[in-house]
């Protein structure tokens, strides 16, 4: 196994996971850090973990941390993060401006992916990928996810429940396909969108077991191809939102951030939080399910993994 850059630092479970080729999945911390506020941030934190460990797999929760790019952290530690003061929001741009300041940051999507990706993990589970924002009229601007860049670099299993339509999802989907990342409906053909099921835009495949994901994404790696797989499963029916509910309410907070002028990174942060409040929480409530749902996906998936190449062993 490769030495990692002294940077890094694995938490003893993850490493012994990681030597005895037990299933690990790696989870982010932007959703804790910025996307959840307390302490429903810290309890979902905690519920993700134990929702992989259910499923025989062992969490590894990203974020950074006394100067290093922590893997697998302990319960003090995911609380330390949950109740910083003012953490920096990590993509990859971020890592090393965190490193060299000795701030406390969550790693999103692109950040964890690629720290779980240097430490040998293979899936990753998360809410809703980044994706391109809608233009706004009148505004020369441009926001295009690091995300996107992530998942056509980095291979790993990526479980989510689609993107947000606060997002152009016909684009986000466009530009995944210009970068080459399978897009796979988890019993679905149709691209979920974060707090409803989604019902308009096809997916590139259609899956239905951990075991057949596992199957493509040894294919898509086996002959060479560097991406990520990226797998959708539509937010559990019962906390799902009406699409035309969440729509609107994502509108309106879209609307909000233009007239205050919010972009860049603070951006997902604001709509998530405004969203939640015009929806009288009902948005939050289809997020935290939707969170814990998939880590009990990738759970399955990373020890269905592991089975597989115990056997190949043997
Ligand atoms: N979508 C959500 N909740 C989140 C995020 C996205 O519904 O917390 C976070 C993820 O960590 C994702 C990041 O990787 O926001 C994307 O931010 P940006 O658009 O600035 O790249
Ligand atoms: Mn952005």
Redesign the pocket.
Known sequence: MTQLPRSFSLSFEVNRARTQGQAIVAL?S??IT???PAPQNLELAADMEQAVRDEGAIPATVAVLDGKIHIGLGMDEVQRVASAESPR?I?LRDFATALVKDEIG???????IFAAHQAGIQVFA??????V?REKEGQAQF?I???LQALAQIPMIVVCAG??SILDLDATLEYLETLGVPVVGYGTDKFPE?FSAGEKRAVSVQLDSPQDVVKFARRHWEIGMKSAVLVCQPVPADAAMKASEAEEAERQADDEARKKGIR??A???FL?KRVNELTKGKSMRA?LALLKNNATLAGKIAAQMALESHKRVI
């Open positions: 982010e932007t959703v910025h996307g959840l929001k993509s969550g790693t999103t999507v692109a950040g964890t998360t809410g809703g990928i980044g994706g924002h926001d996810s690091t995300d993107a947000k974060f860049g990174q951006l997902t942060p998530l997020n």
